[in-house]
């Protein structure tokens, strides 16, 4: 069973920095229907990055006869303003996809991608894992060739929403694979949501015995709400970044179901809460998520921003 106990113990007063990964106008985006214009995707980035995050993911390098929201990744990368001290990493699953990014000579980071689980994989990349791993060694090398950094996902790392619970030893022989591979940071996704505290800790208690903490971030969805929970596990064992959408955006086209990751604004609540400093003004992604709202006419707040506008209001 997860020790709570050992949790209270530990908890830390000296500011300690804790990297946010912005996935919204990737992750949160990719599974939308109705496509959301370019010129808001590019105002979305542009406000992200004023809010302090070292790193925004901006769009996906994929077909976009798969993931039709994510089509307009040229005009995207383009447009943004590119701040100093934020990387800008893309979703590259394949080597036409980074030539492609290439091609626009304004990528700082791609982020390639594996799976925990072969059903996920293929239907994701059309590709088993060991397949989408040996593809991979070309982008990654292709990518490290112009000076482009490369960080890597594994999904399913708790659970498959095709084969079920995931064994512990994949998602560590995948990471390991990843990093081997030239990754500088490998995010560890549950990409359904299902995880719980003690399958978490599991996982991650096996995958520490190979990686270091310090390679590791964790990518939460949160499905069943047990994102938080599971991100205190992550701290808890050493890990000091984890990836989040605003507003808690998203969902996985590939995994029926899943909500979106964790929200940014819940996220740094407790970040802050806990005596991190994450250098990202909570206030300023507040009001880029009631803008983004006015501008898509969507209503879906964190549970910290709505609670902090209400106040505002
Ligand atoms: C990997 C492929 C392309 C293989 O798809 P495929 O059909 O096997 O590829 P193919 O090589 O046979 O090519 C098929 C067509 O796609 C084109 N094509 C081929 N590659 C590209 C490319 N890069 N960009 C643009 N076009 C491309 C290619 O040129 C061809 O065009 P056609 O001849 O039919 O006109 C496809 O499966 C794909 O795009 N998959 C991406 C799926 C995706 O984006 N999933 C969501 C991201 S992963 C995720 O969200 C999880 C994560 C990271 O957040 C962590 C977590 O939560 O777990």
Redesign the pocket.
Known sequence: MYNISKISRSFSTKKDFFRVVE?GAR?GL?AEKNFVATDIKVELINRLSKCGFKAVEVT????????PQ?ADHNEVVRQIERHDGVNYPV????L??LK?ALATGVIDEI?V?G?ASDAFSKK????TVDESLKKLLDVTSLALENNIKVRG?V??VVGCPYEGATKPEVVAKVAEKLLEAGCYEV?L???IGVGTVNSVSRMLNTVLKSVPADKLAV?F?DTYGQALANVLVSVEKGIRAADSSLSGLGG???AKGATGNLATEDLLYFLEGYGFNTGINLDNVISTALWFNEATGRTKMSRVGAAISAKRA
């Open positions: 996935v992750d990719q996906s390098f994929v077909s976009p006869k798969w993931v994510m979703l590259v699953p394949n036409p996809g492609n982020a991608f799976a994701n990349v059309n590709a996902y999904s399913c995010s996704g549950d990409t990518h969805h996985c086209p590939y």
